[in-house]
């Protein structure tokens, strides 16, 4: 026979058992508050105050000084009409402990909004690759061309060390410049196209121009710095 064992259930057993409870309930609901605090306090130290009236186009992240911590870029439309549109201007932040506090900033890099002309804004965008930060532009009408600038934080600034220019337009021509201004080396390429005939002419050019000083990100304007090839009528901008 199986005999029955009661175990008495007294009013204060029950009372602690409900203390208990409701202490690591309250305990869990601190804990969780905590952290959740926490982490809205570190996304607040995080937040970018934009100056005002500006308006975000593109923001990245990477590194851009090799010390191992992403940098903060943001792209701005500033608002403010000039020749061709509103200003852009880029701003560049460092992370020290749990804010962004503004390390650079460059007008004139990226072109004014209605400067792509019949394509409309120029920009097409801007990313960080191999520690530099890169910009691309694309404009035109029959003719269309292309930039695509290199700046790298060197010699205490944003210097320009490399620039490619694309410019032509089908069954006419196409010219090519690729400019690497770290050593100076100059290649350039020309394809005349003639579609009735299906035929084309490739010319190629190579140069050296050192310059002795590198144009720094602020204050430099993509499409007017111009390249005369010697003993030839080929001109470039870049």
């Not at 007008?107 to 792509?116: D, K, Q, R, Y």
């Not at 190629?204 to 602020?218: D, G, H, Q, V």
Request: charged letters at 30%; one cysteine or more.
């Amino acid at each position: 026979m199986i005999q029955e064992i009661y175990v008495p259930v007294t009013y204060k057993s029950v009372a602690n058992n409900m203390k208990k409870r409701i202490s690591t309930y309250i305990l869990v609901l601190f804990i969780f508050s905590s952290l959740s605090c926490k982490s809205q306090e570190n996304k607040k130290s995080e937040i970018i105050q934009k100056p005002k009236s500006f308006k975000i186009i593109e923001e990245i992240e990477g590194d851009l000084d090799k010390d191992g911590i992403s940098e903060k870029v943001i792209v701005y439309d500033t608002e403010k009409e000039i020749d061709l549109g509103t200003e852009r201007q880029i701003y560049i932040y460092k992370k020290k402990k749990n804010n962004w506090e503004l390390w650079e900033k460059s007008i004139g890099a990226i072109l004014p909004s209605e400067h792509g002309g019949m394509m409309g804004d120029p920009f097409e965008g801007i990313s960080i690759e191999r520690n530099c930060i890169v910009i691309n532009h694309f404009g035109g009408s029959r003719q269309k061309w292309n930039y695509t600038h290199r700046f790298r934080f060197q010699s205490g600034e944003f210097q320009l060390i490399g620039a490619t220019v694309n410019f032509g337009s089908p069954c006419d021509y196409f010219e090519s410049l690729d400019y690497n201004l770290s050593n100076g080396k100059i290649k350039y390429k020309k394809e005349i196209e003639n579609c009735e005939k299906e035929t084309s002419k490739i010319e190629k050019k190579e140069i050296i121009r050192k310059l002795e000083s590198l144009p720094t990100m602020n204050g430099f304007y993509p499409g007017y710095n111009e390249i005369k090839f010697p003993n030839s009528e080929i001109t470039m901008y870049y």
